[in-house]
DNA sequence: AAGGTGACTTTTC
DNA sequence: TGAAAAGCCACCT
């Protein structure tokens, strides 16, 4: 029987590719967003992952360019991302931040990105 | 259907 | 080097 295959929307794609990220590792939304096709979209990958509801999707393992959470302030526990992430290893320095060059996952090397186009 | 919003990123001064 | 502003994308009224 065919099963038509809808089109998974974004933040559908994105759940599902951070899904794939190992305990241990993270990733920022522009890589996220990169994997998708669309490198300047880190933005909604972020607002993806705030409509996260599956228990299955780690969503604490996305985090900004910087290595920090960008949670900022949210609801009850601003804390709870570090807290997941310290408990699968990942360390955090003095300043609240995530090393990448260590803990950040890189499943194939992407770095043929398209060519960023100068805005102005 | 158009406009607003936001767990971001990059460029400029 | 650090801070500020603008840009970009997809989803929701």
Same mark, same amino acid.
């Given at each position: ?7 998974l929307?974004?933040y559908?794609?994105a ?6 990220i ?22 909604a990958?972020?607002?993806?992952m @705030?409509?996260?509801?599956d ?10 360019h ?13 804390d709870?991302q570090?807290?997941?992430?310290e408990?699968?290893?990942?360390? @955090?320095?003095?300043h ?6 260590? @803990? ?8 043929g ?8």
């Amino acid at each position: 029987m065919v099963v038509r295959k809808r089109r998974l929307t974004f933040y559908e794609a994105a759940w599902e590719l951070v899904r794939t990220i190992p305990p241990g590792s993270v990733v920022t939304y522009g890589q996220v967003a990169g994997w998708l096709g669309s490198p300047r979209a880190a933005r909604a990958v972020g607002y993806a992952m @705030f409509s996260v509801r599956d228990p299955d999707v780690p969503w604490q393992r996305v985090i900004n360019h910087k290595g920090e959470i960008s949670i900022g302030g949210h609801l009850h526990r601003p804390d709870l991302q570090r807290r997941l992430l310290e408990e699968e290893g990942v360390e @955090f320095d003095a300043h609240g931040r995530v090393d990448l060059a260590r @803990f950040g996952w890189q499943p194939k090397r992407r770095q043929g990105l398209h060519k960023r186009r100068r805005l102005r």
